[in-house]
């Protein structure tokens, strides 16, 4: 089936450093959407990218969707204590109902 | 406040006495979906339903059970817990966009179920 390949599981940074995280597939996808999970929490939608090669940003966060369609990014600007959580890269790959796809998720930690 | 609530959050039960967990949205959205979460498996999907009355299974649908009567409920249905269904369970349902009916996926809080 479809994968979505996350790493590496864990990163840790410094607080005011950015971070970039990489979501990968050997297939095509249509769409790339990130997702940030708190601890205790539901998965919550960051941001959406539906054409290749589209940049999108929401506030310190900028994603992008790969020309090749096979690979997006996230970036987090100036990292804070709260940008700790799991983040997930999911999309779908074909077909007007086909499944959305999950990565297995980056754990982020940053250290005050 | 647009939102998916799940019912209960927390709950320990013991094996083969029946339980449902409750999901709802206040969106008006098509299509929701159940997911159980486990460490080193990432989300995976249990079953899934595309409007009212129709629901099929998602990756890994043995041992449950799911009806869409009404647009806003989604119970998820364990006839028979067994240890290996306690995990930590999302509700999510999302609107159309375009033809692809399950894009931007809103999530539940989650609900913490161990079987003993």
């Known amino acids: 089936g479809q994968q979505l390949n996350q790493s590496p599981q864990s990163m840790f940074i410094q607080e005011g450093e950015d971070v970039s995280m990489n979501c990968t597939s050997s297939?095509?996808?249509?769409?790339w959407l990130w997702y940030k999970q708190d601890p205790g929490e539901g998965p919550v939608l960051l941001i959406a990218?539906?054409?290749?090669?589209e940049l999108t940003s929401n506030g310190r966060l900028t994603a992008q969707f790969g020309i090749t369609r096979k690979d997006s990014f996230l970036n987090i600007s100036a990292s804070i204590p709260s940008d700790v959580g799991i983040y997930f890269c999911?999309?779908?790959?074909?077909?007007?109902?086909?499944?959305?796809?999950f990565g297995k998720g980056i754990t982020l930690s940053v250290r005050p | 406040e647009a939102q998916v609530t799940q019912n209960p959050r927390y709950l320990i039960t013991v094996t083969g006495k029946k339980l449902t967990v409750t999901c709802s949205q206040n969106m008006n959205h098509e299509y929701m979906s159940w997911y159980r979460q486990d460490p080193g498996l990432g989300l995976r999907q249990i079953y899934y339903?595309?409007?009212?009355?129709?629901?099929d299974k998602g990756d890994v649908p043995e041992g449950y059970k799911v009806s869409r009567k009404e647009k806003r409920n989604f119970p998820l249905i364990l006839e028979s817990p067994s240890p290996n269904q306690t995990s930590l369970y999302f509700c999510a349902s999302s609107h159309p966009r375009g033809q692809i009916s399950n894009n931007e996926q809103f999530f539940g809080p989650g609900t913490r179920l161990t079987v003993l």
């Open positions: 339903s595309m409007n009212v009355e129709v629901t």
């Open positions: 990218l539906y054409k290749a090669g």
């Open positions: 297939s095509i996808f249509n769409t």
């Open positions: 999911a999309g779908h790959s074909k077909g007007a109902n086909s499944k959305l796809t």
